[in-house]
């Protein structure tokens, strides 16, 4: 019988986060005061965020340790397992080992609580009684909601007013963990009651949304806000998941020619591929790390590397990365996670500096590959998740008609048992591809050159 | 650092399934073919089951080994994880040892495949090339999709129209993994159109659901039927459970003083505990197991032990077990998995010879369990399996109250990600508790007397 999974005891899990920013040759460049075009100084960020996370998100060491309160509730679900797709590696009859890390086994159902279980003890640490957020699709509010559950915190979730109406399911799950969810824009901030007073029946969006959760943090000192994404310490929480695909696949004796993992923000991606790309930095390695974005919203293969707000209302430090423009609105795909214009300054100086590739792919050909993978692993993909399932039957393909033998790692970042509707459209046949053209990048860019320092 | 979680390896998984029959005193009575009121023998369920699967349904041995292709597909989820429940115990404060085995981890998000994989590979034996059966709710379906799916057999799922119509993610979900689902009752079978030439708009029910499926099973050779509870060979291949939660417990050097799981229609509870009943049985242990059932279908503590038929139409044998008549139309609580009249004829005999306890629990008080646990332990428990949570709290309770250290094992049989309308509802006030009376159970038995033998 060949062994499918591979655990980790709780013992053997990472000790300490990876910041890659120790090991790039290229310095990422510093966000920017949007007024004074300045940097930013840890004192612009003390309202919002909690100095301990400041700290990670300037930092230039290149192991952070994770606090005993953090590992503690990681056990929860970590390690997550590491599972040899033979399933998949039957149906597609190529000359590639695919290993698989499923980060579907947490509370939420993706790897959204690395990040929200070390931001919630942080604020917790601090004094802070409440953590103030938004969420789209609802994946890390409900992260958020479990981890601010877990360290007895208040936690308050403005959810975009589509979604909220949409996927009702999502805010419940919120309301089991005892957060307090509000359809964004609401008339409980200044944002949100502009937002009606213009108009009443306003769908909302992520940018609202954020609007909304800053101006309630910073209403009161016991307060903040937390991001589940882009930032340089959310990636930096990920990180446990390709330490300890590391140490699985040392396990398994193997070690991967190829990493694939969707990107939206890059927590995700970067959370398996920092830890390997590393080694390729530090030791010589030559594993191909791929982001795979949706072509609809296709910021690392069509956008330009430019100083852009990392939210739709102007909110943020400019950030200098790879961007469809802030006010680039994506179609509705249901990959919700991989809706936004811009990519992690990280991720975005590593690809600028050709460490890490880039794919587009359409969303008809990643829903086949979700099907194929069911059928085959027993598993449902998130459709964000299918988006690496896809490139994975890509290279499969590409190494069978080379005949070349490939070791391929990727990031099942989550499951679909909340993203039926998703699978119902593509059966029913009412999902289409999206074709971006180069007028859409145009007209998306527009403002955004003038904010260049 | 707590150690949360205890994994066993793939290659410690139980090699054989447990057959309590072997050791229990009184042996269960056979059930009866209606027409003749004889005892069915293996012919008679030839046309609708494979011989593999007779023979474990009429088997005296204690051990019956898993088939090699089993256990390969067993390890997509298993071992299951065996949690210490710190964060419920530490949320009680009682002097007792919580212990979880979390069934949540499987494709379906139940125990269910356990006994579904088995089916289809006994099947797949046989040269069977499709397998029908109905569901409910849709775990059923959703867990015999994915089996067939591994082993290439065809999937037809009756489902109960209205679930069908208010439950259209577990038909995807179904979909997804290639099954063929219709809403029963349908104009694909005679049992169908009868009901439908009647009421156009029948919402359907189990029992009709049941006749379709078998009704379509016998028309074709190359297809058979299949069931996800209630029969011997069914229980037993869940005893995987409890067997590897013995070996689990023994690496933690605790072993259980009491039992818990929900019982529908007996497999989760048979899945955990009757190995250790074997043990209370041979090996003089003294394990406390104790079966929870919801006050509004209370077959075990209201029920009278007689012979019934195991579906609403009376296609099937007599059964001898626990029950509240074949006619018995339970109120539409949201743990559709406990909503049935009977209970199997195993845990009916060990009821009958005080080998096993039972208690009823309104669903008010579940669900209140459920939303604790969520808040403790990171997991939205399926409404099924809320009714374990409650009745682990009032042990904890009552331990607490006499001051004595107690062990505590519960079956967390599945998780509720696709059950958060039944959470919406408790949380918007809209459920309430059901008596079920003298008279509901006069009423209920009414014609049930005419059966007996």
């Known amino acids: ?36 075009r300045q940097p930013v100084g840890p004192e612009d960020l003390a309202p919002i965020f909690p100095m301990g996370l400041i700290g990670q998100e300037v930092s230039a060491e290149r192991h952070i340790e994770i606090p005993d309160e953090v590992q503690d509730i990681y056990t929860i679900w970590r390690p997550s397992p590491l599972y040899r797709a033979y399933g998949l590696e039957k149906m597609l009859d190529a000359p590639v080992k695919i290993y ?115 101006e309630t943090a910073v209403q009161d000192e016991s307060n903040k806000y937390a991001l589940g994404s882009v930032l340089n310490h959310v990636l930096l929480h990920q990180t ?58 296709p910021k690392l ?54 460490l890490i590739e880039a794919v587009a792919l359409q969303q008809l050909e990643c829903f086949q590959a979700g099907v194929v993978f069911a059928r085959a692993e027993g598993i449902i993909a998130a459709p964000e998740a299918t988006h690496a399932i896809a490139q994975v039957i890509r290279e499969a393909e590409q190494a069978k008609k080379e005949g070349t033998k490939k070791t391929i790692l990727f990031n099942m970042c989550g499951h679909g048992f909340v993203d039926m509707k998703a699978y119902e459209d593509y059966f029913a046949g009412a999902l289409s591809d999206h074709q971006f053209t180069e007028s859409d990048l145009k007209s998306a860019l527009g403002e955004i050159r003038e904010l260049q320092p």
Not at 245 to 259: F, R, V
Not at 303 to 324: H, I, K, Q, V, W
């Open 100 to 214: 698989y890390k499923y980060e579907g086994v947490s509370p939420s159902g993706s790897h959204k609580p690395n990040t929200a279980v070390a931001q919630a003890y942080y604020n917790k640490q601090e004094g802070v009684k409440k953590i103030v957020t938004e969420t789209g699709a609802g994946q890390w509010g409900t992260a958020l909601a479990f981890a601010c559950a877990q360290f007895g915190l208040g936690c308050e979730v403005y959810m975009v007013r589509i979604s909220y109406d949409q996927k009702p399911y999502r805010k419940i799950m919120m309301n089991t963990f005892g957060a307090d969810v509000y359809a964004s824009p609401s008339n409980r901030t200044q944002a949100g009651r502009n937002i009606l007073d213009d108009d009443p029946d306003s769908p909302g969006s992520l940018g609202i949304a954020i609007s909304e959760a800053i």
């Open 240 to 297: 446990v998941i390709g330490q300890e695909a590391e140490k699985q696949l040392e396990i398994a004796g193997d070690y991967p020619d190829i990493i694939i993992a969707p990107l939206g923000g890059g927590s995700n991606f970067a959370g398996i591929a920092f830890p390997f790309i590393g080694q390729n930095i530090t030791k010589g390695k030559n594993t191909r790390c791929i982001a795979v974005e949706p072509a609809s919203c």
């Open 301 to 354: 293969t069509q956008g330009e590397f430019l100083y852009d707000f990392g939210d739709t209302a102007g909110y943020t430090p400019l950030l200098p990365m790879y961007t469809l423009g802030h006010n680039f609105r994506p179609a509705a795909i249901h990959a919700g996670g991989l809706r936004y214009h811009g990519a992690s300054v990280l991720c975005s100086q590593l690809l600028k500096d050709n």
């Open 1 to 36: 019988m060949n062994r499918r999974k591979i655990f980790l005891n709780e013992s053997e899990m990472p000790t300490h986060w990876y910041n890659i920013a120790a090991d790039m040759p290229n310095k990422p460049l510093p966000p920017l005061n949007p007024r004074t």
